[in-house]
């Protein structure tokens, strides 16, 4: 399987959470991160998380990570039309901090 | 400068020409990533430099790819005797020796 695991695509409504999720591979990873792509746009930093910890919270951003399980996912609160984008996770190692990335979810938001 | 610059936005070219795309990193960042992006995919990692060395090449997809660093900072990212299937918008990183990496807006290549 791939190294970085995404589902392709989520529909929320306007106002609601989404909630976008992730699983990796490499029990060594150092760094997780989310990057938004908004349509004919480079890949923006949204937030990272460091493996030593489980939780991370920035503005309507919350990054929650289950080492155990490998398992990483993106709440975003108040959900806006202007958040629709793709999300991708990705996750990088000690050494070339070389960051692998996932096939990125489709975030749709409808009124 | 203030974020990763990339050029040209778009390019546009024939079938077996030779083509170069520039990446300027952000000032300080050792490292700089060169990405791909195929339609509908997600990112194929190509080639990753540390100063001006290339320790990892392994994803460059043939040997009509190359890439070069000078000086620390600015990267050539050639592709030699185009292909359409070389069609991708191809994307450049940044980042300090242990930081994040942040993201140019990409070139897109067409080959016609």
């Known amino acids: 399987g791939e190294d970085v695991e995404q589902s392709l695509f989520l529909s929320v409504r306007e106002g609601d959470s989404s909630v976008i999720n992730c699983t990796y591979t490499?029990?060594?990873?150092?760094?997780l991160y989310w990057y938004k792509q908004e349509p004919g746009a480079g890949l923006q930093l949204l937030t990272y998380?460091?493996?030593?910890?489980d939780m991370k919270q920035d503005q309507r951003l919350t990054v929650l990570l289950n080492k155990k399980d490998k398992h990483l996912s993106l709440r975003i609160a108040d959900t806006q039309t202007g958040d629709s984008a793709i999300y991708f996770c990705a996750e990088s190692k000690g050494g070339s901090y070389i960051p692998t990335f996932g096939r990125g979810t489709s975030l749709i938001v409808h009124p | 400068g203030a974020g990763v610059s990339q050029s040209p936005s778009n390019k546009v070219t024939e079938k077996g020409k030779d083509v170069e795309l520039r990446c300027d990193p952000i000032?300080?960042?050792?490292?700089l990533y060169w990405y791909r992006q195929s339609l509908g995919q997600g990112l194929e990692f190509l080639i990753y430099f540390q100063g001006n060395s290339a320790p990892d090449k392994s994803g460059l997809p043939s040997d009509r790819f190359s890439a070069e660093r000078t000086g620390g900072s600015v990267s050539t990212l050639t592709i030699q005797r185009t292909q359409q299937e070389d069609s991708a918008v191809y994307l450049c990183?940044?980042?300090?020796?242990?930081?994040?990496?942040?993201f140019g807006q990409g070139t897109r290549l067409t080959v016609v």
């Open positions: 990183a940044s980042s300090t020796p242990r930081g994040r990496a942040f």
């Open positions: 490499d029990s060594s990873s150092t760094y």
């Open positions: 000032s300080g960042h050792t490292a």
């Open positions: 998380i460091f493996s030593n910890m």
